[in-house]
């Protein structure tokens, strides 16, 4: 399980509108709290990984991708360096 220091959380901040965020401890993810936010960003290795490109919005969940997850293209992404 993944545990995450309550101090810091309580200086983490949603990096796309400032707000508190909550932990999702089943999901691993912090939430922001921000009802019109909302971003998830996920929790890897006890790490919170606050990137706005890598959180998931649950209000926008892209369910129409849901169905074809064997077709899911993996494209190389060109990393800025
Ligand atoms: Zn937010």
Not at 12 to 41: H, I, M, Q, T
Not at 51 to 63: C, F, I, K, M, Q
């Amino acid at each position: 399980m993944t545990q995450l220091n309550e101090a810091l959380l309580g200086i983490l901040a949603c990096p796309n509108c400032r707000s508190s965020l909550v932990v999702d401890y089943e999901a691993s993810e912090l939430v922001c709290a921000k009802p019109e936010c909302g971003l998830a960003y996920p929790v890897r290795d006890s790490i919170p990984i606050l990137l706005v490109d890598e959180a998931r919005a649950p209000g926008h969940s892209r369910a129409e991708v849901d169905e074809d997850d064997d077709a899911t293209h993996v494209v190389a992404r060109d990393e800025d360096e």
